[in-house]
C-alpha cells in the first residue's frame, strides 16, 4: 500500500470512528475494537489492490470467506462485518460513495451461549481466599506491598459480586466512590449514562480496609482512582484484574478457566434472579439498555418458574 493509499484509509476510517466516538459516545474500547478490524479488512482489501471507496459486495464476500478459513468464531467475523456494514453506510450517508456494498451482506448465524454461571459457593470460596490472603501480616516492605495488592484485590472482588459492573466501570471508579456512608454510588457506564449502583455493607468494608492501609499516601498523593496502578499513572488494567482473579481462583481450588470479571458481572445477575429478583431490575442494575440483553439470564428464571409451579400449584404431584 502506497503512501498515499494508507493516508485515504487511515483518513477514512478515522472519519468514521470520530463520528461514532461524538454521536454514539463509543468508549476507548469500542473505538479500538471498531480500529483493529477495519486495519484487518484494509489490509485485506490493500492486498487486492482495492481500498474502502472501490470495495463491492463480492470482494467483501471474499473478505468473509477468508475470515472462515482462518477459522475464526462467528462472533469474531459477526463484529467485523458488523463494523465493515457500519463503516460502508457512514462513507455512503456522508457521500463518499454513490452505493452501500455491504447493505444486502447477512452475518453467520449464530447462537446466543449462556453465560458463564459460577455458584454461590463457588463465590464464597473466592471471597475466602481472598480476605485470607488480605490477612496475611509481615513487617517487611515486601509483606506490606504484597498485603496491599491482596486488599486491593478483595476490595475489587467485593465491589463486583455486590454491584455486578462491567471491569471498565468498575476500574475507573473515583477515590472518593469509597468514602460514601450511603449503600450505594453512582457509576457512569456505556453511552456516558448515570447510574445508582448498591454496593453493601461488605464491599464497604473491604475498600475501607484497602484505603486504610494505603494510609497516608493518598492524601499526599491526590490520587484521584480508588483502584490506582501500583507501576505507572493511571487505573489498575481489566487485564490486571483478571490475571489476579485467575490467580486466586487456584489458589482457592477453581478452575482459573471459569473465572473473569465478566463472569462475576454474570453471577450478580443470576443469583439475584435465582433469588426473586425482577428482570427489569436486574437491568436497571446492569446498565443494560435494552431488556432483550439481560434476558440472556431468563434459563434461571425459567428454573426458578418451574420450580414454584412443581412447588405452588395444587394440583402438581407431590
Not at 52 to 63: E, H, V
Not at 137 to 143: N, Q
Request: hydrophobic share 45%; glycine share 6%.
Amino acid at each position: 500500500m502506497n503512501a498515499k493509499a494508507k493516508a485515504a484509509k487511515g483518513d477514512l476510517r478515522d472519519l468514521f470512528l470520530d463520528m461514532i466516538a461524538t454521536e454514539r459516545n463509543a468508549s476507548r474500547n469500542t473505538l479500538d475494537a471498531y480500529r483493529r478490524d477495519l486495519d484487518d479488512y484494509a489490509a485485506f482489501l490493500s492486498g487486492r489492490k482495492n481500498n474502502f471507496l472501490k470495495a463491492g459486495t463480492q470482494t467483501i464476500r471474499d473478505y468473509l470467506s477468508a475470515l472462515a478459513k482462518r477459522e475464526l468464531a462467528a462472533a469474531s467475523v459477526a463484529r467485523k462485518l458488523s463494523a465493515i456494514r457500519q463503516l460502508h453506510r457512514f462513507l455512503y450517508t456522508e457521500g463518499k460513495r454513490a452505493d452501500d456494498p455491504a447493505a444486502v451482506l447477512e452475518g453467520p448465524r449464530r447462537g446466543r451461549p449462556l453465560p458463564k454461571i459460577m455458584t454461590v459457593g463457588e463465590v464464597t470460596k473466592l471471597l475466602a481466599a481472598a480476605h485470607e490472603q488480605a490477612a496475611q501480616g509481615g513487617d517487611t516492605k515486601e509483606a506490606r506491598a504484597r498485603r496491599l495488592r491482596a486488599l486491593r484485590l478483595a476490595a475489587l472482588l467485593e465491589l463486583l459480586y455486590a454491584s455486578g459492573l462491567r471491569i471498565s466501570e468498575l476500574i475507573s471508579l473515583p477515590v472518593t466512590a469509597a468514602r460514601t456512608k450511603n449503600d450505594a454510588i453512582i457509576v457512569r457506564g456505556k453511552g456516558n449514562k448515570e447510574r445508582l449502583v448498591p454496593i453493601g455493607e461488605a464491599a464497604k468494608r473491604a475498600m475501607k480496609a484497602y484505603l486504610d492501609a494505603c494510609g497516608e499516601t493518598v492524601k499526599a498523593s491526590g490520587q484521584r482512582w480508588l483502584f490506582p496502578s501500583f507501576g505507572e499513572s493511571g487505573h489498575v488494567t481489566r487485564q490486571h484484574v483478571a490475571r489476579e482473579l485467575k490467580a486466586l481462583a487456584a489458589c482457592a481450588g477453581i478452575a482459573p478457566s471459569k473465572i473473569s470479571p465478566h463472569v462475576l458481572r454474570h453471577a450478580f445477575a443470576s443469583h439475584l434472579l435465582a433469588n426473586g429478583a425482577d428482570l427489569r431490575v436486574v437491568q436497571a442494575l446492569l446498565g443494560h439498555a435494552d431488556i432483550s440483553t439481560t434476558q440472556i439470564y431468563t434459563h434461571v428464571l425459567d428454573e426458578r418458574l418451574k420450580n414454584m409451579v412443581r412447588d405452588l400449584h395444587p394440583m402438581a404431584e407431590k
